[in-house]
């Protein structure tokens, strides 16, 4: 009861947060619309303002870290928590005729835009339907695959695109295209597209209304801003804090600095300084002192915590991924559409909390526009690291929020532009993730917890995820080159039906086109016992097959699967990391959401003898193991009811004769679960039980007794 208590005031609260914080955001938020790309690994929400403000896309304060999650499939991978943009300008004239030194608005990071930023068009497009999943017959869609697509267009160079117009109080049109590639070496990345046009319209009330028609715009800056924590899994074993990047290390690459850092060696190279990029990673967190002997790099996880599940203590590694944006095109000038390899001109990092730069921002105050105006267009700052004065990466001693309790973000200043009237400019820049697979993480946080490695041999593991994201700017770069022609995959099946029967787990699909010459075949994927898992391939079948099952799982546990579609060959590309083979469509877009488990059939008879029936576990201990003992992590507090009567009814009782839960099993197999909740949702607690089965058919009866232990 008390467990229960504890939830629904939690439950209780957060609605209260949410109800009022509505309240706020619906007066403040008028037009306001959220889209997901979830074309890939990495997946993020994109909002009608043309930016990712903090909070942007849900009010409560669980969600602080919300998007940019990677690798998708695995939960509480998030990694952003907030993102601004801020266009600026010199010697603008408003509206009524006065002259300001310097103007700028903003969407992000802590101002939601409203009176600066006039949403115009918010728009998803696909290149084909999204894939339809179905569990049990149900739906199965992940938070990122509810969105329905507005447009098919199957001309499209990615797979996915969001479009978003947005009018400004300087009379500049924002058009931002979000799109992404499923090709599973190419699918941690998210393009960015801004294309700034000076057309005069400003006016909310009518976005076709010219209101500084011909004013020329003088020494234009475009800035956009990063708050990232790496990551949402391991905040509360840590502490609240790294949920705001407390601890978050930044570097910058093609900024004209050198590197300082002498472990690991090599850490900078000159390829790597010719790319335009800034990234972030899970740096030390001094107050973290739980494990004796051993820091917080790659968020080594040793006990359970909020968002973690009981069988992660085993000491997988929660954070080793590392997070950034890189530059692939700005322009020279308005009437020179060449890449300026000198821009972004502005390369800096910042107390995430400052009061000048990230809150209160008002375009119509002078002040701040100049004090904003001087950050955006600084040049290139020392590098964090330098700041910080470390140099050891392996044993790193230095503090990464130089004192700040909010630590430190990142902002790239593209400019100054002089943008006549009816002329437009356009910054292309990517999002990426990537680092440590889950599998590795796993690997090396056991060999850290069981003592085969130590701190240094861990973080050495760690830190080659900068060299894992290094390698996916080089694939963005080289698809940007090839005008986005070297990423094609297949497309997915259309449909994927999945059902939990007696004895099997059948598999049903369809696909877009049955006469495409480069489908050979699909793959299809199975994690045991929880999504957050490893997928194993457990079949591989010719292009004309639709259907299909698995026996070999074992009986109540929670099971998933995805579907692939098998394309054409590949070139290698070792350079890249790509290497030969067959196209495979995105294992994220055919990702069971919800599970389903093995039954057992009842029987030629219809129904089983009242004798045979059974609970399982029985005692149900809540310290059991939860592999071997139970039905994993995913429903700790689950019991079957085994061998009983395709169609019955279950009542479970107390041991003084109070009727808890009623239950109707009626899906003519002979299981039927029970996650130990009352009709009132409340976890029973320790005593004996009593079930009384009912068959529907016969109109016979069966008791049963059994035991919880908490």
């Known amino acids: 009861?008390?467990?229960?208590?504890?939830?629904?005031?939690?439950?209780?609260?957060?609605?209260?947060?949410?109800?009022?914080?509505?309240?706020?955001?619906?007066?403040?938020?008028?037009?306001?619309?959220?889209?997901?790309?979830?074309?890939?690994?990495?997946?993020?929400?994109?909002?009608?303002?043309?930016?990712?403000?903090?909070?942007?896309?849900?009010?409560?304060?669980?969600?602080?870290?919300?998007?940019?999650?990677?690798?998708?499939?695995y939960q509480y991978q998030d990694i952003q928590c907030a993102k601004g943009v801020f266009i600026g300008v010199k010697n603008f004239k408003d509206a009524g005729n006065k002259i300001w030194t310097s103007k700028v608005v903003h969407i992000g990071p802590r101002v939601n835009g409203v009176n600066e930023i006039f949403p115009v068009s918010h728009v998803l497009k696909s290149k084909y339907p999204q894939p339809v999943i179905k569990v049990d017959g149900v739906v199965s869609q992940t938070e990122a695959s509810q969105g329905t697509v507005d447009v098919v267009d199957p001309t499209l160079p990615w797979d996915m695109e969001i479009e978003t117009v947005d009018n400004t109080l300087i009379g500049v049109t924002m058009q931002?295209?979000?799109?992404?590639?499923?090709?599973?070496?190419?699918?941690?990345?998210?393009?960015?597209?801004?294309?700034?046009?000076?057309?005069?319209?400003?006016?909310?009330?009518?976005?076709?209304?010219?209101?500084?028609?011909?004013?020329?715009?003088?020494?234009?800056?475009?800035?956009?801003?990063?708050?990232?924590?790496?990551?949402?899994?391991?905040?509360?074993?840590?502490?609240?804090?790294?949920?705001?990047?407390?601890?978050?290390?930044?570097?910058?690459?093609?900024?004209?600095?050198?590197?300082?850092?002498?472990?690991?060696?090599?850490?900078?190279?000159?390829?790597?300084?010719?790319m335009r990029c800034q990234f972030s990673w899970d740096g030390k967190y001094s107050a973290?002192?739980?494990?004796?002997?051993?820091?917080?790099?790659?968020?080594?996880?040793?006990?359970?915590?909020?968002?973690?599940?009981?069988?992660?203590?085993?000491?997988?590694?929660?954070?080793?991924?590392?997070?950034?944006?890189?530059?692939?095109?700005?322009?020279?000038?308005?009437?020179?559409?060449?890449?300026d390899v000198t821009q972004p001109v502005t390369t800096i990092t910042f107390h995430s909390d400052d009061p000048t730069f990230t809150q209160n921002n008002d375009a119509n105050d002078l002040a701040r526009c100049n004090a904003e105006f001087g950050y955006m267009t600084r040049g290139h700052d020392p590098r964090q690291l330098q700041k910080m004065g470390e140099t050891d990466l392996i044993s790193p001693s230095k503090d990464p929020s130089l004192g700040q309790v909010g630590g430190q973000s990142f902002g790239n200043?593209?400019?100054?532009?002089?943008?006549?009237?009816?002329?437009?400019?356009?910054?292309?820049?990517?999002?990426?993730?990537?680092?440590?697979?889950?599998?590795?993480?796993?690997?090396?946080?056991?060999?850290?917890?069981?003592?085969?490695?130590?701190?240094?041999?861990?973080?050495?593991?760690?830190?080659?995820?900068?060299?894992?994201?290094?390698?996916?700017?080089?694939?963005?770069?080289?698809?940007?080159?090839?005008?986005?022609?070297?990423?094609?995959?297949?497309?997915?099946?259309?449909?994927?039906?999945?059902?939990?029967?007696?004895?099997?787990?059948?598999?049903?699909?369809?696909?877009?086109?049955?006469?495409?010459?480069?489908?050979?075949?699909?793959?299809?994927?199975?994690?045991?016992?929880?999504?957050?898992?490893?997928?194993?391939?457990?079949?591989?079948?010719?292009?004309?097959?639709?259907?299909?099952?698995?026996?070999?799982?074992?009986?109540?546990?929670?099971?998933?699967?995805?579907?692939?579609?098998?394309?054409?060959q590949i070139t290698s590309n070792p350079t890249l990391g790509i290497w030969g083979g067959n196209a495979l469509s995105n294992m994220n877009m055919t990702l069971m959401a919800d599970p389903t488990y093995l039954k057992k059939d009842v029987g030629s008879g219809g129904s089983l003898k009242p004798t045979d029936i059974r609970v399982v576990p029985n005692p149900f201990n809540y310290s059991a193991d939860l592999n071997n003992l139970r039905f994993g992590s995913e429903t700790p507090n689950r019991l079957f009811f085994y061998n009983i009567p395709g169609n019955c009814t279950i009542k479970i009782y107390t041991e003084y004769g109070e009727l808890i839960k009623s239950i109707q099993h009626t899906d003519g197999t002979a299981d039927e679960p029970w996650d130990c909740q009352t009709s009132y949702n409340q976890i029973v607690v320790s005593g004996i039980y009593i079930a009384v089965i009912k068959d529907n058919a016969t109109g016979s009866a069966k008791i049963v007794k059994f035991v919880v232990i908490r």
């Open 288 to 339: 973290w002192t739980d494990i004796p002997g051993v820091d917080n790099i790659g968020g080594p996880i040793w006990k359970t915590a909020e968002w973690v599940v009981a069988t992660d203590t085993v000491g997988r590694l929660g954070s080793p991924e590392f997070a950034g944006i890189l530059t692939l095109f700005a322009p020279k000038s308005a009437t020179d559409s060449a890449d």
């Open 413 to 568: 200043g593209y400019g100054p532009y002089n943008l006549a009237f009816g002329q437009s400019i356009k910054f292309i820049f990517v999002e990426a993730v990537n680092g440590m697979s889950h599998d590795a993480a796993v690997t090396v946080g056991h060999q850290l917890k069981w003592g085969q490695i130590n701190n240094s041999q861990k973080n050495t593991e760690v830190m080659k995820g900068k060299d894992s994201l290094m390698m996916t700017f080089r694939r963005a770069i080289d698809n940007y080159k090839s005008n986005w022609q070297n990423a094609k995959s297949p497309m997915p099946p259309k449909e994927f039906f999945v059902t939990g029967t007696a004895d099997s787990i059948a598999f049903s699909w369809s696909t877009f086109t049955d006469s495409d010459p480069n489908l050979n075949g699909f793959l299809i994927s199975r994690a045991i016992g929880q999504r957050d898992s490893t997928y194993h391939v457990i079949a591989t079948l010719g292009p004309n097959v639709r259907s299909s099952f698995d026996k070999g799982v074992p009986r109540g546990v929670n099971v998933y699967y995805a579907i692939q579609s098998i394309g054409a």
């Open 1 to 73: 009861m008390k467990n229960f208590y504890i939830r629904l005031n939690k439950k209780v609260s957060a609605f209260i947060i949410l109800f009022c914080s509505l309240i706020f955001i619906g007066n403040a938020y008028p037009q306001s619309t959220i889209k997901w790309m979830a074309a890939g690994s990495l997946q993020n929400w994109y909002s009608s303002y043309g930016c990712e403000i903090e909070l942007g896309n849900n009010p409560s304060q669980e969600q602080e870290q919300y998007g940019l999650r990677w690798p998708s499939l």
């Open 176 to 274: 931002r295209r979000v799109f992404q590639f499923s090709n599973t070496f190419h699918d941690n990345y998210i393009v960015n597209e801004y294309t700034l046009t000076n057309t005069g319209k400003a006016n909310p009330n009518d976005v076709n209304a010219v209101t500084y028609p011909g004013q020329n715009l003088d020494s234009l800056y475009f800035f956009t801003q990063f708050r990232l924590a790496v990551n949402k899994n391991v905040r509360y074993i840590f502490g609240n804090a790294t949920g705001w990047g407390q601890n978050t290390t930044n570097d910058v690459r093609g900024d004209g600095k050198t590197t300082t850092v002498v472990n690991p060696p090599n850490w900078s190279s000159p390829a790597e300084e010719s």
